[in-house]
């Protein structure tokens, strides 16, 4: 199913311009390295996590990001002005509240824009495989169909990951459902998704998930998924880090 699922993009495939990157977890699963760290600044192979998004973030023409904070605000900020360059960054300040994912992006919607958006998790890192994975991405969105386009990796390849799956997919790429309790999924989310913001709508305040999103999008056959064709790892703790290395040293 996989190989269906893979796009070639066209060289003017429109890529969202505005990327969401969430970095405000604690990290609590990668302690003792976030004792003095938020998780995004955790180095794997010679640099930071959010550091390797941002490379694929300029590489892909991504020209700006909305980061947000909470644990270790000031850490985090500082390392934004002075480590990341090539690309506008604007900070959405959770400091009063970690509000989760769903929460993280209402919170941000004032500053994406109304234009579709790029949201990446910064405590996962990929590898590229023959063409872009953003880019393949930007091809396959189709707003006419679409709420939610999911970058997906196939179970069997889903590195340091110790779940069971997470979605299945047709042979269009739309996401038919979830992983049902003591059974397999055959595609793991890999933290990198497209958007429209219009659905960042009619959600609870405070702390909530983005899977409110995605549950009414899977309900009116709006989300859909792609089929990574590189590397993708799963790097949330400390063990997770050397052995992402060492494959990625392997080549």
Known sequence: MAQTLALRPEPDAPVPQTAMV???GLGKRMRPLTATRPKPLVEVAGKPLIDHVFDRLRAAGVARAVVNVHYLADVMEAHLRHRVSGIEVAVSDERETLLETGGGLAHARPLLGDAPILC???????VDGPVDAIRAMAAMWD???MDV???????ARAHNHGGQGDFHLDAQGRITGRRRPGRLAPFVYTGVQILNPAIIADHPAGPFSTNLFWNRAIAASRAYG???EGLWFDVGTPPAIRRT???LADG
């Open 226 to 228: 792609l089929a990574h």
């Open 22 to 24: 969430m970095a405000a």
């Open 245 to 247: 290395e060492a494959v």
């Open 149 to 155: 386009l999911l970058l997906l990796v196939p179970l």
């Open 120 to 126: 990446v998790n910064s405590d996962n890192l990929w």
């Open 143 to 145: 707003a006419a169909r």
